[in-house]
């Protein structure tokens, strides 16, 4: 099956950093989804992007499917984006369940 | 627009009891999904929905896990009897998508504890 893989795992950061996630897969995508898990377990979607570049206030992402990647980067960051960073996908060739990676864990310092 | 709504939010049992879950998804979302979130893991589909049909239950263990969606709307699911490997987050998530090629949305989560 597809392969997701997330990167770095941990990260810390000084308020006001920028940092870049990235996350590669292994097969053609229908779907990609980034969420951030918040400290109370939520799952928050942040964005819906198979392909292209959205922007979302100080969050943007960006999904090169032919290359088979994509990148979610906070500019300025707050103590309030600190949790668990996911890509979830859909490969072409499932039903539609979600393939997530294990997940970018960012700690903010105030 | 109200989210997906899970109940309860926690629960803790001793091995070998039973437990139910349940999930109200977004109004008008015809696909369902119950996902397993074991500590330091992303979570992984337990079995999806669409309506109150099954699409995909590969990987529910379908010797103490049952699930169903009566009706097409809201969803149980159950463990029979529980393990200690069961403790996890359940989660529940709605698409309006056909087949789930949309955006998913999430409930919080129960949190289950066996012991």
């Known amino acids: 099956g597809i392969q997701v893989e997330q990167s770095p795992p941990d990260l810390i950061l000084q308020e006001g950093a920028n940092s870049t996630l990235r996350c590669n897969f292994s097969d053609s995508v229908n779907n990609l989804q980034w969420f951030h898990q918040n400290p109370w377990g939520q799952l928050i979607n942040l964005f819906y992007?198979?392909?292209g570049t959205k922007q979302n206030g100080r969050l943007s992402a960006t999904t090169v499917a032919t290359e088979r990647y994509s990148l979610l980067y906070i500019s300025s960051s707050q103590t309030t984006d600190s949790g668990v960073y996911f890509c979830?996908?859909?490969?072409?060739?499932?039903?539609?369940?979600?393939?997530f990676g294990q997940g970018t864990t960012l700690q903010v310092k105030p | 627009e109200a989210g997906v709504a899970q109940s309860p939010r926690y629960k803790i049992i001793e091995k070998r009891q039973s437990v139910a879950f349940w999930c109200n998804p977004i109004?008008?979302?015809?696909?369902l999904y119950w996902y397993q979130q074991i500590l330091g893991q992303g979570p992984k589909l337990l079995i999806q929905?669409?309506?109150?049909?099954?699409?995909?239950d590969s990987q529910l263990p379908k010797d103490r896990f049952s699930a169903e969606r009566l009706k097409g709307v809201d969803s149980t699911l159950k463990i029979q009897p529980a393990k200690l490997e069961d403790s996890a987050v359940y989660l529940c998530a709605s698409s309006q998508a056909d087949r789930g090629y949309g955006t998913q949305y999430f409930g919080p989560g129960t949190r289950l504890l066996v012991l």
């Open positions: 992007i198979p392909s």
């Open positions: 929905f669409q309506n109150n049909g099954v699409v995909d």
């Open positions: 979830a996908l859909h490969g072409s060739s499932n039903t539609g369940k979600l393939i």
């Open positions: 109004s008008g979302h015809a696909t």
